[in-house]
């Protein structure tokens, strides 16, 4: 059985190790011959000189044999190894061949070893890149996503890990975080991108941008909802270097590049404080924040104009919705009502406690609160 193209076509092929390949056929013919002759102890060795392997079993050397598919004659053993002894045991060329039924058995077992050996070494080389930026090739659409070609590495982008309503076309480039890496594929997949989490955006600015790249200036947090909107707070370990307007860029051209990289998705900005009432407000752009109070730990209290409440709230509640998650807080907004507001509704009130008084109007015994009720978000127009 002449192995030696088959070999050098995995190696040339699949950039497998040669060695590995050559034990893997081994143990794929070993298993063959144990299968079709299961009382014997075989031992398979790959003959470099002639790219075949030679099956050997173990005999025991005696004086006279009683067992000849175990043991071996002294005098024939000579003939084989010089040194042999009485009682020693020798490996002898095992003759017969097997069946179509063992070396299927053989082809499963080194189709199985290989696939194991392409899977650790795709494991080894990814490995130390999870977390991190990688750029592939868009190969084709599947049920459960994308198929991404990463060199000869095919990778899997989920639906569930694509930013909503962006087009991937196939045969394009495209960038993403290797967000796992496992030991044995499954499915068909060892490696798993992902473009839609908070860290996919934090990895986009350090590479684009040379000074969180070299950490002098420092994400500390980043809340997203793709497709929408990414809040990132940054903080810079010098002084007379501005955070936000590094990020930005003159005219925003460090910004544009991530832009144009999640389609429509914004990103806020906010410069890094201890205050937790100046994060608050940073959290809550655009909206205008007249005042922020700290109810405890759990919760604050934003006072702000009327007009300013659909931006606070944001798209169906995402724009609060992300502050929350970024300063670690429930927010609760709170109108402020204008001193002349005030006096117009005091008067209205006292206009009508007069009529009542005379008898002009007529009361229920209904009691009325001179409380105004905060607004649900659902209830507020969306904007940002």
């Known amino acids: 059985m002449n192995l030696s193209d088959v070999i050098e076509g995995l190696v040339e092929e699949r950039g497998l190790d040669r060695e590995k390949i050559v034990g893997i056929v081994c143990e794929g013919i070993h298993a063959a011959y144990v299968k079709r002759f299961p009382d014997y102890v075989f031992s398979v060795v790959y003959n470099r000189k002639t790219g075949n392997v030679d099956v050997f079993t173990e005999k025991k050397v005696v004086a006279s044999p009683l067992d000849p598919e175990l043991e071996i004659s002294l005098r ?3 003939t084989l190894h010089a040194d042999a002894v009485v009682d020693s045991t020798i490996l002898v060329p095992f003759e017969e061949g097997i069946g179509r039924i063992e070396v299927l058995t053989a082809k499963q077992v080194i189709a199985s070893k290989i696939r194991d050996l392409e899977q650790l070494a795709i494991y080894n080389d990814f490995k130390d890149k999870k977390d991190t930026i990688v750029t ?3 190969h084709k659409r599947e049920r459960a996503g994308y198929a991404v070609k990463i060199g000869e590495v095919a990778a899997l982008l989920p639906h569930e890990n694509i930013i909503p309503q962006e087009i991937i076309k196939i045969g394009h ?11 044995a594929a499954r499915g068909d997949y060892q490696v798993i991108l992902d473009r839609a989490s908070a860290e996919f955006v934090q990895r ?3 590479v684009e941008i040379p000074e969180v790249f070299e950490g002098i200036v420092e994400i500390k947090n980043a809340v997203r ?3 929408y909107k990414t809040k990132l707070v940054v903080a810079s370990s010098r002084k007379e270097i501005d955070p936000v307007g590094t990020c930005v860029g003159v005219g925003g051209s460090r910004i544009k590049p991530i832009l144009r990289e999640l389609g429509q998705e914004k990103i806020d900005l906010i410069a890094y404080t201890d ?3 100046k994060l608050v407000r940073s959290s809550l752009k655009p909206a205008e924040i007249d005042k922020v109070e700290v109810v405890d730990d759990n919760k604050v209290v934003v006072w702000l104009a009327p007009d300013q409440r659909s931006f606070a ?3 169906m509640g995402q724009n609060i919705n992300l502050a929350s998650k970024l300063v670690g807080l429930e927010i609760q907004l709170q109108d402020l009502v204008s001193p002349a507001a005030d006096m117009s509704a005091y008067r209205d009130e006292l206009h009508e406690d007069l009529h009542i008084a005379r008898g002009d109007v007529n009361v229920d015994n209904k009691s009325a609160s001179s409380k105004v009720p905060l607004d649900e978000d659902n209830d507020e127009p969306s904007g940002d």
């Open 76 to 78: 024939r053993a000579k």
């Open 136 to 138: 592939g090739t868009v």
């Open 173 to 183: 480039p495209i960038r993403a975080l290797l967000k796992d890496v496992y030991q």
């Open 204 to 206: 986009l600015v350090e």
């Open 225 to 227: 909802i793709p497709g």
């Open 275 to 277: 205050s937790t009432e």
């Open 313 to 315: 709230i944001g798209k």
